[in-house]
């Protein structure tokens, strides 16, 4: 029972909207007509993605740098992903894309409804900026084609004609159009907008362009951007690829080239040493006919030619660092790269490669802007600051240096003194041949540094490899056609649902039963259809109208109420006038009558009686007569209605000066008593409860209460009223009469109205 109310109430809550299926329908209709125009004429935005693999200069830039420099901590620059990134990303990057594909220029053509823009094969001709103002371009730009050689050339209202090929200026300026060799003319206009490509470049950078790892924390990057012309955007991004590669390698020949120059200068010192050396020995042997050294003393020699080595390896680090010192000191070479001179100290190699990593990023800005520009001179102090972090550092590496060089020297002492016991002469071709094996050791290590350097520059790979060619999706990024049709469908449903929901929350009217839902016990005894003549009376003998049965359901209904020996007292009221409560009293008691049972309608409206008046019946005398003491007699004053033999009405009589207290007299008890006597159902007519409180004075003598809700007439806040009355039991076993339903409110069943059981609380 409990499922079956559910169930009923969440068919009226349904209704409004199922009777209206066809505005639903009409709505979704034409959403989806409307996202259909929307997907015909927007341009749609494209997807191009790109996998990247970032390559590790440690492990695979070339076998050559990994073993030639490795000893001498040359290109051991720090390569993260993070980097990377950001250097794809970065706006001189994207700039100089930008500029290399002549995006400072866009061509259209106008179309109804619609601008298309060319780019590529479908443009018919090229513009090439010769001059341009600093100022925006607020006026449109227009060319048309007027003979093989010469165009039209419209800005804002000003119209001229040029020749292809040639400059031509307006409006400060000054551009050459160049027509595709393989166009003849064109038919439309072609109108072009001057772009600033710092501002798209910018646009890139702040996140149309895309970098990211495929997988956290690995080599391989996801480059993707969109374009409403996926040729474009697949330009793009292959020129920004190959971009950043051939930067990448101009970047490690560059470093790789200071290095070269140093090993240079370092080779025509040590030769011109290794001269000296090798003639010194030759003369000696020459001069003191010495061929051949001891055994023993030939390990000491060893020993001490082994520090001596060391100690030539500690000058030249000594000498890097004063040459390194001499080259930040020198004026010239203020915005100069700093060659990487084989340190071993790692925080000095850092800060060297930061050093030039600054300087190329300060330079390539240059390219672009100017000295006083915030971000040039912003690389300018950090270049400067670095400088300074470098000269400190230097002096720290230098005294380092100066320790280890006292400690070889001292070692080195140890083994010179044990030499010294040798023959004078052997001990001099023997340092002499020392001196000699040092300088020949460092300069062939030196000249294979060279070679292997010199032959790295030409075998420099890029920093990255393409795994994915950029490529364009199937589909468009945006709109999605699916989900624009979907969200079509879903607002062309929820449209009509909101303006339904809202024009029942906006009228304060009752509409139809659900709107007793929320009073919580309330209990409908019936629906009553609406009654379209002036005539009260609905019910006739043998009648078989919608309305007839609709009164004979509330007759079954009432019947299911009866208690054996209880003879049935009714009342019936409403909130306002104008409800119905006087017709549905003549008509439920024309319906009681017709089952042969002796009943009595009493006019106990005593303020504004309708009753007699809608049965075309006058009285004198009657209820208000017999409760002010005026008469004794009731049944002289109940009339007989001829329209049924069984039903009989007592009036109200003259209307009385104090109803209330009328009502609260011992005489209204002993009425009903008399009548009670008589009479197999007693309906009582009384006034609104909504004005008056009468009908709750007479609610002790009713075994029933009815109260009346009219469709479309009753007001939603005066539902509070019956909320009360329920909640608070004022009137006894009240049930609800929903009256005056049309077809807007009637729920679906064979009547137009309610079956035994079917109301929400139905009985």
């Known amino acids: ?33 409307i996202a259909w125009l929307y997907l015909s004429y927007v341009t749609p935005i494209y997807s191009i993605n790109s996998t990247l693999l970032i390559i590790d200069d440690k492990k695979g830039d070339g076998i050559l740098k990994a073993t030639a420099f490795s000893d001498l901590n040359m290109f051991q620059e720090t390569k993260t992903v993070d980097n990377e990134i950001e250097i794809l990303r970065s706006k001189d990057l994207i700039e100089k894309v930008l500029r290399n594909l002549k995006m400072d220029v866009s061509y259209f053509i106008e179309e109804p409804f619609k601008r298309t823009e060319l780019y590529g094969r479908k443009q018919p001709i090229e513009v090439i900026i010769v001059k341009k103002g600093n100022g ?27 020749s292809y090929n040639l400059p031509i200026s307006q409006g400060g300026i000054t551009l050459k159009i160049n027509r595709r060799a393989e166009v003849a003319q064109f038919a439309k206009p072609v109108i072009i907008e001057l772009k600033n490509v710092e501002a798209m470049a910018a646009m890139y950078s702040d996140g149309k362009l895309q970098v990211n790892p495929v997988i956290k924390e690995s080599n391989t990057l996801r480059v993707s951007t969109t374009d409403a012309i996926p040729e474009r955007g697949v330009a793009i991004l292959s020129h920004l690829i190959q971009t950043y590669n051939q930067e990448n390698i101009e970047r490690k020949n560059e470093k790789a080239m200071g290095t070269v120059n140093f090993i240079d ?39 001490s030619a082994e520090y001596g080595q060391l100690i030539e390896t500690n000058n030249i680090q000594v000498g890097v660092i004063n040459t390194l010192a001499n080259y930040l000191n020198n004026p010239d070479n203020q915005f100069r790269i700093v060659p990487s001179m084989g340190l071993k100290d790692p925080v000095l190699n850092t800060l060297v490669t930061r050093f030039n990593d600054l300087q190329m990023e300060r330079n390539r800005m240059l390219s672009t802007a100017k000295l006083t520009n915030p971000l040039v001179e912003e690389l300018t102090e950090q270049v400067n600051g670095l400088k300074q972090s470098i000269r400190e550092n230097l002096a720290n590496v230098k005294k380092g240096v ?47 540094k060279r070679e292997e350097t010199a032959l790295s520059l030409s075998a420099t790979i890029p920093s990255s490899e393409v795994i994915d060619r950029p490529a364009v999706g199937l589909n468009p990024d945006f709109p999605k056609k699916q989900l624009t049709y979907l969200l079509g469908g879903i607002l ?24 007793l839902y929320e009073i919580k016990g309330v209990k409908i005894l019936g629906e009553l259809t609406h009654h379209a003549t002036s005539n009260p009376i609905a019910v006739k003998e043998g ?101 049924s033999t069984n039903l009989d009405v007592l009036g109200c009589g003259p209307l009385p000066n104090n109803p209330a207290e009328l009502l609260f007299s011992e005489r209204v008890g002993q009425l ?57 039991n004022k009137l006894g076993n009240m049930m609800v009469v929903l009256n005056d339903a049309k077809q807007g409110n009637r729920s679906a069943y064979a009547y137009g109205g309610y079956g035994y059981g079917q109301g929400r609380h139905s009985v």
């Open 1 to 33: 029972m409990k499922q079956s109310k559910i169930s009923q109430e969440t068919k009226h809550r349904i209704l409004p909207y199922a009777r209206r299926w066809y505005v639903f329908a009409i709505s979704i209709v034409l959403c989806l007509s």
């Open 136 to 162: 925006p371009i607020n006026k449109k730009i227009s060319i048309s084609s007027l003979t093989d050689s010469t165009f039209n050339f419209q800005y804002g209202k000003v119209s001229i004609v040029g």
């Open 265 to 303: 200068q370092r080779l025509k010192i040590l030769g011109r040493d290794l001269s000296g050396v090798e003639g010194e020995v030759e003369n000696y042997k020459q001069q003191n006919g010495v061929t051949e050294i001891a055994a023993g003393t030939q390990v000491n020699l060893n020993k």
């Open 402 to 448: 100066q320790i280890e060089q006292d400690f070889l020297k001292s070692n080195s002492s140890r083994y010179t003194s044990r030499i010294r016991s040798v023959p004078a002469l052997e001990r001099g071709l023997l340092q002499r041949g020392r001196e000699q094996t040092v300088k020949t050791n460092l300069y062939e290590y030196l000249l294979q």
């Open 492 to 515: 062309g449903f929820l449209i009509p649902l909101g303006s339904i929901y809202a024009a029942g929350s906006l009228r304060p009217k009752v509409i139809s039963p659900a709107s």
């Open 543 to 643: 009648s078989t109208t919608v309305i007839s049965e609709l009164f004979r359901f509330i007759r079954m209904n009432i019947g299911h109420l009866d208690k054996p020996g209880l003879k049935q007292t009714i009342l019936v009221t409403s909130c306002m006038q104008g409800e119905g409560k006087t017709f549905v009293s003549i008509n439920l008691g024309l319906t009681l009558a017709q089952l042969n049972k002796k009943v009595l309608i009493l006019e106990f409206d005593l303020r504004k009686p309708d009753l007699l008046n809608k049965l075309e019946m006058t009285q004198k005398n009657g209820i208000a007569t017999f409760l002010s003491g005026q008469t004794d007699e009731l049944r002289c004053n109940i009339l007989p209605y001829s329209g």
């Open 672 to 728: 009903f008593k008399n009548v009670k006597e008589l009479y197999d159902y007693v309906i009582i007519d009384t006034s609104p409860v909504g004005y008056v409180a009468d009908a709750f004075s007479l609610a002790a003598y009713a075994d029933l209460s009815i109260f009346l809700v009219r469709y479309n007439y009753t007001n939603l806040s005066q539902l509070q009223i019956l909320k009360d009355i329920n909640e608070n």
